[in-house]
């Protein structure tokens, strides 16, 4: 058993979809979330600059001396989680390969999407970890820059012309492609699930990489012994930028109000 702390960061508020998984799953954890609010989105930004703020943003979790650390960040797992593991003695759990594997293991007619930012489609590593699990799966990769700006400022919901709009722009090749499994590539993308649901059809099963990234941390954590002996955890949340504006939307993507402190952090200092 291991009572310390489990960190988890993104670029934002997306990992709290990742966060919310870990924390149903392991309810008797404490967590530290690390969100860079102040330099959000990482998507746009290109591989040396999202290496340099994920080293930073892990650096800053090591300071409470986690057991391990979860990316629930799409772009930092597909661009920096083999610099990050090289770099750290710890386990260090991205979000790609586990994604990678459910859509490989849910695919009927061998063609799966990933939709995930441009640094992420950039990278090719989603079509390089599903080649390397079944190499006949065709994939479609579809960058979508916007998605990650509007539901930062809260715009998800089915019934919003501007989101429907641009989802049918990103999300019709894909359709037109015939994919049957598509990869919701960016830990925000969760909260436009309902969105890309209602534009690529109820036969399109839609993988959450959040979830599937925290189901595989549990399952390997658990497997090292590595889990905490306490009925009830805690949650600390960091943020480079607002913590009010954090507290106001941190709320939808927990499905709760948030239960611990928010706390600014000068990130540039790690």
């Not at 057991?67 to 750290?88: Q, R």
């Not at 830990?187 to 959040?210: C, F, S």
């Amino acid at each position: 058993m291991d009572p310390r702390p489990i960190g988890v960061f993104d670029s934002g508020l997306g990992g709290l979809t990742a966060l919310r998984e870990l924390r149903r799953l392991l309810p008797g954890e404490h967590f530290i979330y690390f969100g860079d609010t102040g330099r959000v989105p990482y998507g746009g930004k290109g591989r040396e600059i999202i290496q340099h703020y994920a080293r930073q943003d892990v650096a800053f979790l090591r300071s409470f001396d986690p057991k391990a650390i979860v990316i629930a960040c799409g772009t930092v797992s597909a661009n920096a989680l083999a610099e990050l593991t090289g770099d750290n003695d710890l386990p260090i759990f991205g979000v790609v390969g586990p994604a990678a594997q459910a859509a490989a293991a849910a695919t009927r007619n061998g063609r799966v999407g990933v939709i995930a930012t441009a640094a992420s489609i950039r990278s090719g590593a989603y079509e390089g970890q599903i080649a390397q699990l079944a190499p006949r799966i065709k994939v479609c990769p579809q960058a979508c820059p916007l998605f990650v700006p509007l539901v930062e400022n809260g715009r998800f919901r089915p019934g919003d012309k501007v989101v429907e709009l641009v989802a049918e722009e990103y999300l019709a090749p894909l359709r037109q492609a015939g994919v049957d499994t598509l990869v919701l590539g960016c830990t925000h993308y969760p909260l436009l699930r309902a969105v890309i649901a209602q534009t690529m059809g109820t036969e399109v099963t839609l993988i959450d990489t959040g979830a599937v990234c925290a189901d595989h941390a549990v399952r390997t954590l658990s497997a090292q012994g590595l889990l905490a002996d306490r009925a009830q955890g805690s949650c600390r949340y960091f943020v480079s930028d607002s913590t009010q504006d954090f507290a106001r939307l941190a709320s939808i993507f927990l499905e709760g109000d948030i239960a611990g402190e928010v706390t600014r952090v000068e990130i540039e200092n790690y």
